[in-house]
């Protein structure tokens, strides 16, 4: 089980980014996905995860209607688009297998690498 998570970079306040995890090694519906940020000196949190078969979508108050988590099966890839990115929205952020509840995301047990995301003027 793999995932590789990409699309990271520097980018303005209001600016926008996609990232994107690219799952290999299972089947893309066999896990629920979800995305953390870890900013300097502070815990990892979770921000946004999609159940197995997306019914189940969470986000964190902080990013509810900023970003938005989407699933592409055909391209074993979960993508995180962040609109109207604040400074505080920076970090390295990872994708993992998750537990995923309307409500609530818990880790799984595979992590991919992060991708540092830097939102500055």
């Known amino acids: 089980v793999q995932l590789q998570a990409s699309g990271g970079g520097l980018v303005q306040p209001g600016g926008s980014l996609r990232l994107s995890c690219e799952l290999s090694?299972?089947?893309?519906?066999?896990?629920?996905i979800g995305w953390f940020r870890q900013a300097p000196g502070k815990d990892r949190e979770g921000i946004s995860c999609?159940?197995?078969?997306?019914?189940?979508?969470y986000y964190d108050d902080s990013v509810k209607g900023r970003f938005t988590i989407s699933r592409d099966n055909a391209k074993s890839t979960v993508y995180l688009q962040m609109s109207s990115l604040k400074p505080e929205g920076s970090g390295v952020y990872f994708c993992?297998?998750?537990?995923?509840?309307?409500?609530?995301?818990?880790?799984?047990?595979?992590w991919g690498q992060g991708t540092q995301v830097t939102v500055s003027s």
């Open positions: 999609t159940s197995r078969t997306d019914r189940y979508i």
């Open positions: 090694g299972f089947t893309p519906n066999e896990y629920a």
């Open positions: 993992a297998t998750v537990m995923c509840f309307p409500n609530v995301m818990r880790p799984g047990a595979y």
